[in-house]
């Protein structure tokens, strides 16, 4: 089980936001290279980055910090990066740059065929963001709650061969109220692929709550405001991660 220190970017600085509101935005850095070296040297085994103004926009917004960061781990450990990939050029940009997987989120749902060429362009490098209220995708910065079940399109997008679905309840994200491991399990029962757990991680029981649902296919769990605000240690809860899934 990997515990994935999430790194969201607003106008060059590392935020968090609570429930995706760009408005309620905290400021836990102004140097997002330093968060990236101290959850490399900590022990992380691979970042989430979040380009969060690009998610609004439509397209990239903080390409500059993100080649910085990718600069300073200097391919140590593996990034995923999402917020305003729209077109295969931008995912080709991002990867020659450096990033290891890119993270379709909104375009997947909202553009027909683009996430279906950009896994056969990029063959294990696409990744999807699936984030939901109520088992419902929503899309654009989280602006806009769809129709579409969050069950049926990861197993659509499964076919077109993601590497893994990041699933993320946003009705708890930023708020530490403990993950939706009911859904989460849910999901992840139904796919083949893995799926990455995101959303309102608090504390080591949530971590503990996960690996028990490892071995239905959640290989490992994004956290971010928890780690920021101190609820949650990285390294004990990737230990945590590591001893639970050694007796498993």
């Known amino acids: 089980m990997l515990i994935i220190p999430a790194i969201d970017m607003k106008d060059g600085q590392c935020v968090r936001l609570k429930q995706g509101d760009m408005e309620a935005a905290t400021v836990f850095s102004k140097n997002p290279d330093d968060m990236a070296l101290q959850w490399l040297n900590q022990g992380a085994r691979r970042l989430h980055l979040v380009d969060l103004n690009g998610a609004f926009a439509g397209k990239p917004k ?22 305003g990939i729209r077109d295969l050029e931008t995912i080709e940009r991002y990867l020659d740059q450096g990033i290891t997987y890119v993270i379709i989120g909104t375009a997947a749902v909202k553009i027909p065929g683009f996430l279906h060429d950009a896994c ?18 929503a899309v654009d910065g989280w602006s806009k709650v769809t129709g579409h079940d969050v069950v049926d399109l990861a197993k659509k997008f499964e076919d077109y061969g993601v590497e893994a679905i990041i699933y993320t309840d946003i009705g708890r994200d930023g708020m530490l109220t403990g993950i939706n491991i009911e859904a989460t399990v849910a999901l992840a029962r139904k796919l083949t692929v893995p799926v990455v ?51 498993a």
């Not at 500059?64 to 990066?81: C, E, F, H, M, Y």
């Not at 056969?120 to 109520?134: C, E, H, R, S, T």
């Not at 709550?209 to 780690?227: D, S």
């Open 62 to 83: 903080n390409e500059s910090v993100i080649r910085s960061i990718v600069k300073a781990i200097d391919g140590n450990i593996p990034t995923q990066l999402g917020g």
């Open 120 to 137: 056969y362009a990029f063959p294990g490098q696409i990744m999807v963001g699936l984030d939901a209220k109520n088992g419902k995708v």
């Open 197 to 247: 757990a995101s959303g309102g991680i608090s504390n080591l029981e949530d971590i503990r709550a996960l690996c028990e649902i490892e071995a239905e296919g959640v290989m490992g769990a994004i956290t971010g405001r928890a780690l920021y605000e101190g609820a949650l240690d990285f390294k004990q809860a990737q230990d945590l991660a590591d001893k639970l899934s050694v007796l």
